[in-house]
């Protein structure tokens, strides 16, 4: 029997896109506050209010946060924050064992000009978009701590789909296709443990650059992506 | 110098209004109304109006802010700790931006020691030691707010110390009461505050050094919670309880 994943922000950026890899494997329940872009089937949840949270995961054996606002003063407290505390108080509240979050690359911007950035602490400062997803991240490592609630946090920054034509120009930095985030949330879902309950990983699909590892998420998850990108970014010669 | 403190109403406000009000011009700021007194004025305003505390900043020198919980809090659980879990994170977030614009210079921010309390006894607990904070909403928010502070200093020229208060009583009131190694005065903890007020490093190139991080403990004997870098404040605690724990202050 499929596991049962709660997929919150089903709607937006990020979701609709990996959905299709991941129907196949799991009993996916997709939320949102607004419609599915591809016309699909969705509850309505607002990660601000716990009830719904909390209904919407029952019965669920996993839960995809993949909620988010950027820029707002206030909403991106209210879902990157609060919206985090309350999916991690549904999980301990429900035992359920399995959480995936994401975290934006703006936890790692005190490292836009080192190379081999493996696994760093964050280094947000105080915008909006990365301060919230900041304490949003800390909440989920206090919760796997004191629930054992396995909880893994991918952090990219950009979003593709998968090249299919030679690109004149170079791979956007830290930037993952469609196809190895499925993939990496996959081995996420289904990994039996990561030590200390919690984990951060880079994820990205260009080992060109030798600036953002991804050592870590070999290691722990098994992951590689899934095609070699650099063939579609080499400069005619 | 003219300074704001936030959560004025609470106890610990109240303990570091006394403290400052002979040197300096206080402004009282809570949601709930507070007798001013001497060499002070209030301000009733939340947290989280942005408005109203760009106002309430005008012509401050130095904030100190408690990070203590209202006074009426909800009675439904979830709604206080959603509650805490705003002011702590947004409206430390909104307090602190409100001060840079308002081109405030030092800030003070009152944390916690029971962010360690996961610690066992047989350990001396310095700031060297990761936090392991609990998931119960009135640790886990101020150290929340901690995070909040210090991701300030990082992007702004402003001195920002945060102190990490143990459990706060009065020494005569815990009389006859077992002992607590988290146990701190109020009026300790107030002079921690004064003495955090003097540091100024918004002028260094690096924000570790516009950032301090101070345990405030009481100077028992054997201590778990060790305070001396507070020290370098001119943190001299009074309080002892020697009923307690006996002995000479290490």
Known sequence: ?237 | MRVLITGAASRLGQAIASRLRERHQLRLLDSTPVEPGPNATFVQASLTDPQALWQALRNIDAVVHTGQPPAELPADELARDQLLLDLATRGTHVLFLAAVEAGVKRLVYTGTLEVLADYPDDVYLSEMWKPLPPPTMPVLSRYLGELTCREFARDYLVSITALRLGRLVLEEEVAGQPGDLMWLDLRDAAQAVECALQRDASQRVWWTQRWGLYHVAAPIANPKFLYSQATHLGYKPEHRFASHWGGEAP
């Open chain 1, 1 to 237: 029997m499929n596991k049962k994943v709660l997929v919150l922000g089903a709607a937006g950026l990020i979701a609709p896109n990996i959905t299709a890899y991941l129907d196949p494997h799991y009993d996916l329940t997709l939320v949102d506050i607004k419609p599915h872009p591809h016309g699909r089937p969705i509850g309505r949840v607002d990660v601000t209010s716990y009830e719904q949270v909390r209904e919407a995961a029952r019965g669920m054996d996993a839960i995809m946060n993949y909620t988010v606002n950027r820029p707002d003063p206030v909403l991106s407290f209210k879902v990157n924050t609060l919206g985090a505390w309350h999916v991690l108080k549904a999980a301990a509240e429900l035992g359920i064992k399995k959480i995936l979050h994401s975290g934006p690359q703006t936890v790692r911007p005190g490292y836009e000009y080192d190379f081999d950035v493996d696994d760093p602490p964050p280094i947000v400062g105080s915008g909006y978009y990365g301060i919230t997803k900041y304490l949003g991240r800390e909440i989920c490592q206090v919760y796997a701590r004191a629930y054992q609630i396995q909880t893994i946090s991918f952090v990219f920054n950009g979003l593709e789909s998968n090249p299919t034509l030679p690109v004149a120009g170079d791979f956007p930095t830290f930037t993952v296709t469609w196809e190895d985030l499925a993939h990496a949330c996959r081995l996420a879902l289904e990994v039996e443990s990561v030590p200390n309950y919690f984990q951060e990983f880079n994820l990205h699909s260009y080992l060109g650059h030798q600036k953002y590892l991804l050592d870590k998420a070999r290691r722990l998850l098994g992951f590689k992506p899934q095609r070699e990108w650099t063939a579609f970014h080499r400069r005619p010669t």
